[in-house]
């Protein structure tokens, strides 16, 4: 099994709700990432977790609160999103975080797509 | 990181090679350099990596400059699926692992 799956496929949000992402791998890897991509534009990396633990925050506003409840699982959750939110938000995973020579490539999910009214 | 730059687009006929150059004149030594590429509307998917020898899979071949300034991602023939944005990365293997996507090229298979 090499997927990794997203859940919800699409989400319309109140900029009041709260609501949270899904991420699920069963690939045994122990890195996982949230990407956020808007419209014609590349991925941009958000936050990486390594061994459950959170690794990277690329000074993401705290709206969005990351969560890895296990090596399967990676949530984001969502609160007080403003427009500008609205992107497609890509879950990736790989075996582990590149050290020295090693390095390892990611797979990443179909992502959700959040609009926030 | 090293910055990548590549051609914003580029055309290919149906069943010809495609091959998209990618500039990384600043790569140092222990930068690898990816290739992904994403299908409208579905999440980046891998391709091939290579450190300093030429690389080559199921999908693509992947050529290093002896330099390493530069390479090239061949597509030995392709089809319209392969049309896609497809981005050319250099990563540094060190813990706190980062992709930087740039802008990528826009590759469009003509029938």
């Known amino acids: 099994d090499t997927e990794v799956t997203q859940t919800p496929k699409h989400l319309v949000m109140g900029m009041t709700n709260k609501k949270s992402l899904k991420c699920e791998q069963h690939?045994?890897?122990?890195?996982m990432y949230w990407y956020k991509q808007k419209a014609k534009k590349p991925p941009e990396l958000m936050f990486v977790?390594?061994?459950?633990?959170?690794?990277i925050n690329e000074s993401v506003p705290s709206r969005f609160s990351p969560e890895c409840p296990n090596s399967s699982l990676l949530n984001l959750h969502l609160h007080a999103l403003q427009p500008e939110d609205s992107a497609l938000y890509l879950c990736?995973?790989?075996?582990?975080?590149?050290?020295?020579?090693?390095?390892?490539?990611?797979?990443f999910g179909p992502g959700t797509r959040l609009t926030v009214t | 990181d090293a910055k990548t730059t590549q051609p914003p687009s580029m055309d290919c006929a149906e069943g010809r090679a495609a091959n998209l150059p990618c500039n990384h004149s600043t790569i140092s030594g222990n930068e690898y350099v990816y290739w992904y590429r994403q299908i409208h509307s579905q999440g980046p998917q891998y391709i091939i990596h290579g450190l300093k020898n030429n690389e080559t899979n199921e999908m693509a071949s992947l050529i290093i400059t002896e330099d390493r300034k530069s390479s090239t991602l061949i597509l030995p023939h392709a089809t319209l699926r392969d049309t896609a944005v497809y981005y050319c990365i250099v990563r540094v293997a060190r813990g706190g692992d980062k992709i930087i996507f740039g802008k990528g090229t826009r590759l469009h298979i003509l029938p």
């Open positions: 977790y390594s061994y459950e633990k959170l690794s």
């Open positions: 690939m045994g890897h122990r890195a």
């Open positions: 990736a995973s790989s075996q582990g975080l590149a050290q020295g020579k090693r390095s390892y490539e990611q797979y």
